[in-house]
């Protein structure tokens, strides 16, 4: 496979630049770069991948045979909804230590957001004052292709990303605005309510050629109008909702549970959350689309169509409470009911105390370096190799989402086998 080399500087646009997982990506970048910090949970940093068969058997690290962006070719910029520049946001978000943060304080002073697309009804929880002025959607999406192209300019990158990770929307199911590329731009140019600010970014990255990450659940890339627009012009895409505590649990433990062919009766999980994004999900209908990536993992996974007797009636409920003492340090607890020998109960409790921001900045990392090879190697469309760092993997409307984590990891890691020309692993000998 031809894959163009990563020459030149890669652009980084940060939807959401200011958030505690934007700055935690930042921050954790510009010093891995500098030899100040080790960014762990990073697989295109710190992975190694086997490859060959018998005497030619060898586990180079990703990185040293993937052609992928080096960490010091990246230029970061972003939009928020508020002014402040990402040293501050950094301390704001209480995420890190000051004395973390003030490793990099004068690139991060440098980096100050953009003036944001929003509207208010779509987080209702948050009040931008560093927003756009424009009489209807269609016009921010041109000024958001302005920026776009005032940042590769300005910065000399021979290529660019955008990736989402501003607050979670309010729910909106998929509509007719969202069904082809005419309907979708007829829909901003008469500021339908279908339209909501991460689609028109959305759709002004994929019209400028630039692919772009979703990171939070709400449709933004997942439509029938910004696949027809990615397939014309040749852009991957990919998404929803990063990967990382809860759900990413729920991955690794309902496949144990499919593999070993026990029960299931029901698995309730709630969660404690005090940061900003615990605030926006306070608000139902924000946590409404939250919940729906939540949910369809177990389902998927279990398959309680094939074993009715086994999964045909799990009760499965998800909480997110705010609560603002615990800060981005979230903690998670399951409880999970499952069935075994002769329909005996038991019980399984998982209780994580995670930082949230922590566990996401990798896989921001990971995500924006892996979608540019994506590009380079002439992919385009929705990136299913990439739903090893998702919730709600998209996926084509002729397939099923692939939920398993391990699953997830050798279809990423075959795929960059074929990349290089290697063979894919079939796990036989
Ligand atoms: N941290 C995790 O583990 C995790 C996992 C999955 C998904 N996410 C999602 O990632 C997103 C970011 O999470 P966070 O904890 O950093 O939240 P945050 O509230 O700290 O950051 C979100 C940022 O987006 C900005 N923003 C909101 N609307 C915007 C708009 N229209 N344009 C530009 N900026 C906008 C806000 O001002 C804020 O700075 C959320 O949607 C969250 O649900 C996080």
Request: aromatic fraction near 8%; charge should be negative; proline fraction near 5%.
């Amino acid at each position: 496979m031809e894959i163009k080399k990563a020459e030149g500087k890669l652009g980084v646009l940060v939807v959401g630049i200011g958030g505690a997982v934007s700055s935690t990506f930042v921050v954790g970048t510009l010093a891995a770069r500098k030899g100040l910090t080790t960014p762990i949970g990073s697989l295109t940093q710190m992975a190694h991948i086997e490859l060959g068969k018998g005497a030619d058997k060898r586990e180079p690290k990703i990185k040293d045979v993937v052609p992928l962006a080096d960490l010091n070719d990246l230029v970061i910029g972003g939009w928020d909804i508020f002014e402040e520049d990402v040293y501050a946001a950094a301390l704001h978000a209480e995420v890190l230590t000051e004395k973390d943060i003030n490793k990099v304080k004068d690139e991060l002073q440098a980096i100050k957001p953009m003036k944001a697309v929003f509207y208010q009804e779509y987080v209702t929880r948050l009040h931008g004052t560093w927003v756009k002025d424009a009489a209807t959607k269609y016009d921010a999406m041109e000024q958001v292709k302005a920026d776009i192209e005032e940042f590769k300019r300005k910065n000399n990158c021979s290529r660019l990303v955008m990736i989402w990770a501003a607050s979670t929307e309010v729910y909106i199911p998929m509509g007719e605005a969202h069904k082809s590329v005419v309907a979708f731009e007829e829909a901003m140019k008469s500021n339908s309510p279908e339209i909501s600010p991460s689609m028109i970014y959305a759709y002004a990255a994929v019209s400028s050629g630039v692919p772009f990450i979703n990171g939070a659940p709400a449709l933004t890339v997942d439509m029938p109008a910004i696949w027809e627009l990615a397939d014309k012009n040749n852009v991957p895409i990919c998404g929803k909702d990063f990967k990382t505590g809860q759900t990413m649990m729920k991955t690794v433990l309902a496949p144990m549970l499919k593999t070993r062919m026990l029960g299931l009766d029901g698995w309730f999980s709630t969660n404690i959350l005090g940061n900003r994004d615990g605030e926006v999900l306070d608000d139902p209908a924000s946590f409404k689309t939250k919940e729906v990536s939540k949910l369809s993992v177990i389902d998927t996974i279990l398959d309680s169509e094939k074993y009715p007797e086994l999964y045909g009636n799990i009760y499965h409920k998800v909480r997110i409470n705010y609560y603002p003492p615990r800060k981005d340090n979230k903690e998670g607890w399951d409880n999970i009911d499952l069935v075994g020998w002769m329909g005996y109960p038991m019980q399984l409790k998982v209780d994580f105390l995670c930082r949230d921001s922590i566990l996401a900045a990798p896989l921001m990392l990971d995500l924006i370096i892996l979608t540019d090879l994506s590009q380079r190697a002439g992919f385009k469309g929705i990136q299913t190799w990439l739903s090893f760092y998702f919730k709600s993997p998209m996926h084509t409307p002729d397939t099923e989402p692939l939920h398993d984590l391990f699953a997830q990891f050798v279809k990423m890691k075959n795929t960059l086998r074929v990349m290089i020309g290697e063979e894919p692993e079939d796990y036989l000998g």
